[in-house]
């Protein structure tokens, strides 16, 4: 698997499960990490939450290969949305028509009639995923389009009710092109689920994705090395806020780490109400615990 995109870096890395409507995301996949329980995890919940769910595969997949992709859904919702329409499979050719050629502004006025149709339907919301290889096909590679489409589409998800990740295959566009496009994007999907990342600042620890298991290891260590050392300064900090799943090993170990730093300068937990919940049972210090955040 090739290096990641940004996501070590990036001040909106996060796992798709805490994507929020309004939100505008950026994947790169590839063929070890291909994306598909991404993608699964962004239409199970937007049809949990009664949005409308447009779906942009690979222009190389037809529908029917797609629906085989999806099928890994948890319960009956992904065959109830496509039965409904709630859930719709298309390509950017056929939402552009009857331009033949791809423009931001073309894009943007069929996006903009899609929102308008799903308040009308009663929808709670718009989410569409779209594998940027449609560029590839109907922008004829004008790599610059495409770019300036991306900075540019602010406009659409100012109201909250439009969401949108922009799929990115590795393989098939140049390195800085991926680079500038996850900069543009205010927000950074990691490439799989089950996959961690650590941001460290000076007194700040923050955990993106599942800590687990098979992530048991890694979150430790950086754990331990934040509070082997911290500044003498200024309270420190364990940011749980993009933590998407929280193993009770993991937990039991940061409370451990916890009980054992210094009393000073203070250690804060900042977390979920349910990270919470699974941390005073681990035996924290409830003092410690910020859900405020």
């Not at 291909?34 to 949005?51: H, M």
């Not at 065959?79 to 931001?104: D, Y």
């Not at 929280?246 to 210094?262: H, K, S, W, Y």
Request: glycine share 10%; with cysteine.
């Amino acid at each position: 698997m090739g290096r990641p995109v940004g996501d070590e870096r990036h001040p909106g890395t996060l796992p798709v499960q805490h994507l929020r409507p309004g939100d505008h995301a950026f994947l790169c996949y590839d063929s070890e990490t291909p994306g598909w329980d991404v993608l699964t995890a962004f239409v199970w919940t937007g049809l949990a939450r009664g949005e409308k769910v447009i779906v942009f595969g690979p222009p190389r997949l037809s529908d029917a290969e797609l629906r085989t992709r999806l099928s890994d859904a948890p319960g009956p919702l992904v065959a109830a949305g496509c039965e409904s329409a709630q859930l719709t499979l298309g390509s950017i050719r056929e939402l552009i028509l009857p331009a033949r050629r791809f423009t931001a502004e073309r894009q943007w006025q069929r996006i903009t009639e899609e929102a308008r149709a799903a308040r009308d339907d009663g929808y709670s919301g718009l989410r569409a995923y779209i594998d940027m290889g449609w560029v590839l096909d109907v922008g004829e590679g004008d790599f610059d389009l495409m770019m300036d489409r991306e900075r540019r589409a602010g406009h659409l998800f100012t109201d909250g009710f439009y969401s949108e990740i922009c799929a990115y295959e590795r393989t098939r566009f140049p390195g800085p092109v991926l680079e500038a496009m996850c900069r543009a994007h205010p927000r950074n999907l990691l490439p799989a689920l089950g996959q961690l990342r650590i941001q460290r600042g000076a007194s700040v620890l923050r955990v993106i994705g599942d800590a687990d298991t098979a992530t048991y290891e890694r979150f430790g260590r950086a754990v331990a090395d934040l509070l082997r050392d911290p500044p003498r300064d200024r309270p420190v900090t364990v940011d749980l806020l993009r933590t998407g799943f929280l193993g009770a090993d993991c937990a039991a170990e940061l409370v451990r780490a916890v009980a054992r730093a210094p009393a000073r300068p203070p250690v804060r937990i900042r977390c979920s109400p349910g990270h919470a919940l699974l941390l005073r049972r681990c035996g924290a210090d409830p003092a410690v615990l910020d859900t405020a955040g």
